[in-house]
């Protein structure tokens, strides 16, 4: 069996689940930080799942795949978000460092071309990117103000970057291989984000 399809579908349904978890979480604690999480782990799986339905109708991979990028483009403006959300007590200042991790970050993006050859699209993920990173960045850098949750934060954005230069290399994706362990990585660590925004929750 095609291993994209297990990967995908293992996606699909880890983060649907932490999305139903995410709702309960924003239910119970009357917080809309989980609920801009469960609204991204909806996005990426959603954009998942159109790329799994077509590979299972049609049995390729698509050529043009503007549903998904677009779905992906806002899970991870629902993450700036809840990034947001959480420094909306701070209003953050000027950090050359986060600025420095912030440009690094848009030219890895747009050096990748991720999400396909559309400049208009490489050009939304490296600012959206960018802002998030920036913002973990210079939250880390405050003293008392980052966490645990912005290291997670830049690790995700880090390891997205590192699945898309990994696709490049890749030209097997029926078979288990390094892509693949990259985004099971990074799919489990997309879900770790629930228990850490509940983590924050307790505490304050």
Request: include cysteine; charged fraction near 15%; proline fraction near 2%.
């Amino acid at each position: 069996m095609n291993f994209e399809l297990i990967d995908n579908c293992f996606q699909v349904a880890v983060l649907f689940c932490a999305a139903i978890a995410a709702i309960a979480a924003a239910l119970r604690h009357k917080d809309r930080r989980f609920l801009i999480l469960a609204l991204f782990f909806v996005c990426v799986s959603m954009g998942t799942l159109y790329w799994v339905l077509h590979i299972f109708i049609f049995g390729n991979v698509p050529q043009v795949f503007y549903v998904s990028e677009f779905s992906w483009l806002a899970a991870y403006l629902f993450l700036l978000s809840f990034q947001m959300v959480r420094t909306d007590r701070v209003r953050p200042l000027f950090s050359l460092p986060s600025l420095f991790c912030a440009l690094l970050t848009a030219a890895v993006v747009l050096a990748v071309r991720m999400f396909g050859p559309s400049y208009f699209v490489s050009g939304a993920f490296a600012g959206v990117f960018s802002a998030i990173v920036y913002l973990a960045v210079w939250r880390l850098r405050r003293k008392g103000g980052g966490g645990l949750t912005d290291c997670w934060l830049l690790l995700c954005v880090g390891l997205q970057l590192l699945l898309f230069v990994v696709s490049v290399f890749m030209e097997d994706f029926t078979r288990f291989n390094l892509y693949f362990a990259v985004d099971i990585t990074l799919t489990l660590s997309f879900a770790v984000l629930l228990p850490l925004a509940l983590r924050e929750a307790a505490e304050k």
